[in-house]
Each structure stands twice: as structure tokens, then as C-alpha cells.
């Protein structure tokens, strides 16, 4: 059964799985679909171009799969595509993909987006993230799983999140951002210790987060004569190296492509 209020405005081309709820003033446009036990409330805009997944809650005001915000661009036919059991608080946006980016602003699953939270086009959030209140991310920007951004945190564009990092209030985020570590600060951000408390509660061995704890030490605490570029060749060369410490050293490689930091930059079209 699907509940619509008569003051919502559903396009007859929209797709609605089952138990689905629109509340009044909503405006589901053409070419939208909504999977099953999905919850919209009251004046939400879900633009056309958008594929929601089931067990989705989408709260008032929020702006789902409108343009790109790029200036001449219009019409453009491109998605929004969002996975199941994500949360979309209050006045949270998120544009579609852009022609020249992919076509494709992704969504994972199980993210809980709070307040005036914005998601830029082309943006890719993979699952389980918490993204606080009026966190920006710009166009372009990958998050892992599992990623945390606390309020105000905004992020340049074609910035990549690595998985379990952790921004603190009012973070400004230019260059890509290694996993398992907590940031804070802005212009440039800075890496502040590692997130030991999100790593112990996802149930990471006592094992790796030792192995993470002494590569932080290496990679931020000991000024060395080699800086952190040597430092990442000198630990990527050990023997038996965890594969946590691996995925963090394979992220700073990366970053290390891009003169500003940022590895997607290359693949700007």
C-alpha cells in the first residue's frame, strides 16, 4: 500500500515500491523512483533522474537530485542514484551527477545525513557514514565507508575521505585525507592522532591497531631527516606489513600523484 497526502504532488511517471509515504507539499518529479518502506515528509523535493533504494527516510525540506550547480547547465540528463537505509534530516541537499563528471552522484548505504547537510554532483559516499550538521562537500569528492565529518566540516572539490577518518567541528578539508585518522583545523587541515575509538568499535584486531599506532608515530610524530613521502616508501617496504597499514600508505601514494594533494584531480575532464 502507498500513502500519499492529497497535498503532495506525484508524477504520474514516478515509479513507487510498496509502503511508500509522501506527505503534503512533497513534489515527486518524472522519472523518479522510490523503493520499497520509504518515508518522505512533508515538502521534499525528489527531482527527476533519481533512483532511491528501499528503507530510505527523507525528512522536510530536503532537496534530492536537483541540477548540478554549474553555471550554463541545464536539463541535464543525468541520476541521483541513493541505496537503502540511509537517513536525509532536515533541509539536506544533494545534486545530481554532472554531463562532463560521470552522470552519477552516488549514494551508498546506511549514511545518516543530519541538517542542511550538501552533497555536490558527481559525489560518490560509500556506506555507514555520519555526516553532521551543514557539512559542504563539493563536487567530485569521494568518502569511504564508514567516514564521520562533525558539523560545519566542508570539503574542496575532488577530495578524497578515507575510510573510518574523523574531521572535528568546522574542518576544512583540501587535500585528500588518509583512513583511520582524526583531522582538524583548516587551510590546510591537519592530521591530529589516529581514531582509535571508531577503529575499536568496528571491532579492528588488537593487532592492527597496533600496527596503525606505530605507523601514525612514524608517519607524524618523528621528524626524522626524511619526510612523510620517504617515510611512506621506507614503511611500504617491510616485511609482513598489516593490511590496514597497507590501505593507509596506499591512500598517501596517491594523494602524493596530485600537487595539491587531491588523486581525483587527475580525472578531471
Given at each position: 500500500?502507498?500513502?500519499?497526502?492529497?497535498?503532495?504532488?506525484?508524477?504520474?511517471?514516478?515509479?513507487?515500491?510498496?509502503?511508500?509515504?509522501?506527505?503534503?507539499?512533497?513534489?515527486?518529479?518524472?522519472?523518479?523512483?522510490?523503493?520499497?518502506?520509504?518515508?518522505?515528509?512533508?515538502?521534499?523535493?525528489?527531482?527527476?533522474?533519481?533512483?532511491?533504494?528501499?528503507?530510505?527516510?527523507?525528512?522536510?525540506?530536503?532537496?534530492?537530485?536537483?541540477?548540478?550547480?554549474?553555471?550554463?547547465?541545464?536539463?541535464?540528463?543525468?541520476?541521483?542514484?541513493?541505496?537503502?537505509?540511509?537517513?536525509?534530516?532536515?533541509?539536506?541537499?544533494?545534486?545530481?551527477?554532472?554531463?562532463?563528471?560521470?552522470?552519477?552522484?552516488?549514494?551508498?548505504?546506511?549514511?545518516?545525513?543530519?541538517?542542511?547537510?550538501?552533497?555536490?554532483?558527481?559525489?560518490?559516499?560509500?556506506?555507514?557514514?555520519?555526516?553532521?550538521?551543514?557539512?559542504?562537500?563539493?563536487?567530485?569528492?569521494k568518502l569511504e565507508n564508514n567516514v564521520w565529518l562533525s558539523a560545519f566540516t566542508g570539503a574542496h572539490q575532488f577530495v578524497t575521505?578515507?575510510?573510518?577518518?574523523?574531521?572535528?567541528?568546522?574542518?576544512?578539508?583540501?587535500?585528500?585525507?588518509?583512513?583511520?585518522?582524526?583531522?582538524?583545523?583548516?587551510?590546510?587541515?591537519?592530521?591530529?592522532?589516529?581514531?582509535?575509538?571508531?577503529?575499536?568499535?568496528?571491532?579492528?584486531?588488537?593487532?592492527?591497531?597496533?600496527?596503525?599506532?606505530?605507523?601514525?608515530?612514524?608517519?607524524?610524530?618523528?621528524?626524522?631527516?626524511?619526510?612523510?613521502?620517504?617515510?611512506?616508501?621506507?614503511?611500504?617496504?617491510?616485511?609482513?606489513?598489516?593490511?590496514?597499514?597497507?590501505?593507509?600508505?596506499?591512500?598517501?601514494?596517491?594523494?602524493?600523484?596530485?600537487?595539491?594533494?587531491?588523486?581525483?584531480?587527475?580525472?578531471?575532464?
Amino acid at each position: 500500500m502507498v500513502e500519499i497526502s492529497a497535498d503532495a504532488h506525484v508524477n504520474k511517471k514516478a515509479q513507487l515500491g510498496t509502503n511508500v509515504k509522501i506527505g503534503p507539499g512533497s513534489v515527486i518529479e518524472e522519472d523518479v523512483v522510490i523503493g520499497d518502506n520509504c518515508e518522505i515528509k512533508s515538502n521534499v523535493v525528489i527531482a527527476r533522474g533519481t533512483r532511491m533504494g528501499p528503507d530510505n527516510r527523507v525528512f522536510s525540506n530536503c532537496v534530492l537530485g536537483e541540477e548540478p550547480q554549474i553555471s550554463g547547465q541545464k536539463n541535464s540528463p543525468t541520476q541521483l542514484i541513493i541505496g537503502s537505509g540511509n537517513t536525509f534530516r532536515e533541509m539536506a541537499t544533494i545534486s545530481r551527477g554532472s554531463p562532463r563528471g560521470g552522470g552519477k552522484t552516488v549514494i551508498g548505504d546506511n549514511n545518516y545525513f543530519m541538517i542542511g547537510a550538501h552533497f555536490g554532483h558527481d559525489v560518490v559516499v560509500e556506506n555507514n557514514t555520519t555526516i553532521g550538521n551543514y557539512v559542504q562537500i563539493a563536487g567530485h569528492c569521494k568518502l569511504e565507508n564508514n567516514v564521520w565529518l562533525s558539523a560545519f566540516t566542508g570539503a574542496h572539490q575532488f577530495v578524497t575521505i578515507g575510510q573510518y577518518a574523523y574531521s572535528g567541528g568546522s574542518t576544512g578539508i583540501t587535500h585528500d585525507i588518509p583512513p583511520f585518522v582524526k583531522i582538524a583545523g583548516s587551510y590546510p587541515c591537519q592530521v591530529r592522532g589516529l581514531n582509535v575509538t571508531g577503529l575499536t568499535r568496528a571491532g579492528f584486531s588488537e593487532k592492527s591497531i597496533k600496527a596503525l599506532k606505530k605507523a601514525y608515530l612514524e608517519l607524524y610524530c618523528r621528524h626524522a631527516a626524511r619526510n612523510i613521502a620517504q617515510t611512506v616508501e621506507y614503511l611500504a617496504a617491510q616485511s609482513d606489513i598489516d593490511e590496514k597499514v597497507l590501505l593507509l600508505l596506499q591512500a598517501l601514494q596517491r594523494s602524493f600523484q596530485h600537487r595539491m594533494g587531491r588523486h581525483l584531480e587527475q580525472f578531471r575532464h
